[in-house]
């Protein structure tokens, strides 16, 4: 799966993303990312989950519990 650009965070400030559990540890604040959400408050918050992304190989989606293989980009 193809990871996020730095404006597919950017765009998203103010709204709630995903994590996939695939690409997630199993620590409370993976499954609580996971199940609820995580709302980008800023233009830095923004540029904190994008370089987690890429440093931690973690996948993120506008919808909730969903599956890599049917996520579309």
């Not at 103010?14 to 233009?43: A, F, M, P, Q």
Request: proline share 1%; charged share 35%; net charge negative.
């Amino acid at each position: 799966m193809e990871k996020n650009s730095l404006q597919w965070f950017k765009d998203r400030i103010g709204k709630v993303v995903y994590r996939n559990t695939e690409t997630s540890c199993k620590c409370e604040v993976c499954k609580r990312v996971y199940e609820k959400g995580l709302c980008i408050s800023d233009d830095s918050h923004a540029h904190y989950l994008f370089d987690c992304q890429n440093e931690m190989n973690l996948i993120y989606s506008d919808k909730p519990n969903f599956e890599i293989e049917n996520e579309k980009h």
